[in-house]
């Protein structure tokens, strides 16, 4: 894969360029001032973001020569930016004496259109206020929410709690104690990965992007309306509040280092063979990962990668994605603790036999590659320049308030959007995490997403262990493996390392839930799983 690029876009109006540089200055210097918490609707808002919104940005826009508003025909409407500009520019200044910026290019407008200007950022930000007020849960304290929705013009709000204040939905990430069987099978702490992870801050060696983009890839519109500084600075926030709880921030910062885990490769198969057998492990147990939350993938993944190392991965095309009840008398009995899925077929075992036979990562969303990717080590390459827009990344961020409505399968309704980003948005997203989100929070891309996506668990339907690494999941599930087979834990470590076993064992309720695609989703997931860590 090729690196993605960005040539940089010619300024047409330097005037404007300059003015929107002085607008920005004066913005962050005002939101140095903010508003005291208490305060209803307004509390924690910088002054700079009251007074001035997103003018700074409207100024650009106009610099570069771009719309200054969005859609077209029933769906013009004003940009948020170029309202917030108009606000803060003296139009009746420049209508009636030629003298605003903002005036001159709009000297045929009427004053009942620029008294619309004017109310319009009033009217759009009460919207807003009441939208979110009106999405929180009943019996959530709207103290612990944001005054108001942090995306550019949100159509709805999906999942409201992302717009907790940063404190109080850091807070309410639930972490898991730290499991000492990572340190008996692998002998490292989370500590100890926080450590070999430069504390978020080790780079990858890889920069390509890690997925496929067309020749000169186009962003998505509705990732304009997630890249404004508000809710940049609810992000950069939501990161500096995890920093103050250390059990939640080492893990997460580390979550996909797993040079330990390497290092037994390297044990077992030497050093000329370890890359290309990690490899295959890694892209394996990765491809599991669609519509499977982590636990879930270790044990499908590994299961592919154990048959396939013994020459039976037709038996996992045709007997992996069936659900309990489904398996009957011809079912091969040693795969009964492969949990089935109901996208076996489509998204997962699919895209595993074209990578079995050609050794090359095939897949058109841009989330499963940077995933791999990012749990690679240095041997073998890996990246940290690309989140991995997963559906919680996507959620966190604000995307299904922006985009389109899908139609949901099972009930033919029109629901939000809330699946991961799709590659248009990580050409705009990713540039923009990497600049305005990871390298302000002094973090590498990947970490930073992995530090979100632990932080706002509660807020996006996470049902994996918070605060536990991938390393230390692999090591949980393992465990079980080892109960199940009646071995040691470094028995059953070897053997799934080696691919003469899988890892893992699931609840039988669980297994049908996830091959028939229960409604009841994520919650019922973490309900199992709570059961589970109670009966153990």
């Not at 702490?189 to 978020?200: F, H, K």
């Amino acid at each position: 894969m090729s690196e993605l690029s960005f040539e940089a876009t010619p300024v047409k109006r330097r005037w404007a360029m300059a003015l929107a540089e002085a607008l920005r200055a004066t913005r962050d210097t005002a939101n140095k001032a903010r508003v005291p918490e208490f305060i209803p609707l307004l509390g924690g808002a910088g002054a700079g973001d009251i007074l001035l919104g997103q003018a700074p940005e409207g100024a650009e826009r106009l610099a570069y020569g771009e719309r200054m508003t969005s859609g077209k025909g029933q769906t013009l409407r004003i940009r948020p930016e170029t309202m917030d500009l108009a606000m803060a520019m003296p139009i009746n200044a420049g209508l009636k004496g030629g003298v605003g910026l903002v005036g001159r290019m709009a000297d045929t407008a009427s004053d009942a259109t620029v008294a619309a200007l004017r109310r319009a950022p009033q009217t759009a930000a009460a919207a807003e206020r009441r939208m979110l007020r009106e999405a929180i849960p009943a019996g959530d304290d709207a103290a612990n929410y944001l005054s108001r929705p942090t995306v550019s013009a949100p159509d709805r709000i999906a999942f409201p709690g992302i717009y907790k204040r940063p404190d109080a939905l850091v807070a309410g990430a639930r972490v898991a104690p730290e499991d000492p069987l990572m340190k008996q099978l692998f002998g490292v702490t989370r500590d100890d990965l926080y450590q070999i992870a430069q504390e978020g801050r080790r780079a990858g060696n890889m920069t390509d992007t890690p997925f496929k983009t067309a020749a000169n890839p186009r962003g998505a519109a509705v990732a304009e309306q997630i890249m404004n500084p508000r809710n940049e600075q609810r992000i950069t926030d939501i990161i500096a509040e995890a920093r103050k709880r250390p059990d939640l921030f080492k893990g997460m910062a580390s979550w996909y280092t797993m040079d330990p885990l390497y290092d037994r490769f390297v044990q077992l198969y030497g050093r000329e063979s370890a890359p290309e057998m990690y490899r295959r492990f890694n892209a394996l147990t990765g491809m599991a990962s669609p519509n499977s939350e982590v636990l879930t993938e270790l044990n499908r993944g590994t299961g592919a990668f154990w048959l396939a190392n013994q020459d039976r991965f037709d038996d996992f095309v045709r007997y992996a994605g069936l659900a309990e009840n489904k398996r009957g008398a011809g079912f091969p009995a040693d795969m009964r603790a492969i949990q089935g899925h109901m996208v076996h077929s489509t998204a997962q075992a699919g895209p595993m036999a074209k990578y079995l036979r050609a050794g090359q990562i095939e897949m058109d969303s841009p989330k499963v590659p940077s995933y791999i990717h990012a749990s690679g080590v240095p041997d073998v390459g890996f990246q940290t320049a690309w989140p991995v827009g997963d559906a919680h990344w996507s959620r966190l961020v604000g995307l299904p308030d922006v985009r389109g409505l899908k139609r949901d399968k099972k009930t033919g309704n029109m629901v939000p959007n809330a699946a991961s980003a799709s590659t248009s948005e990580m050409v705009s997203l990713g540039p923009w995490w990497r600049k305005r989100i990871a390298e302000r929070s002094d973090l590498e891309s990947v970490p930073g997403q992995a530090v979100v996506w632990g932080a706002g668990s509660n807020a996006t339907g996470v049902s994996s262990p918070i605060g536990a690494p991938k390393l230390e999941l692999l090591s949980q599930q393992i465990g079980k493996a080892a109960n199940r087979m009646g071995i040691s834990p470094e028995e059953a470590r070897d053997r799934i390392i080696l691919g003469s076993g899988h890892a893992g064992f699931v609840d039988p309720k669980m297994a049908a839930i996830l091959a028939g695609g229960s409604a009841a989703g994520a919650a019922t997931i973490a309900a199992l799983r709570k059961k589970q860590e109670d009966e153990e």
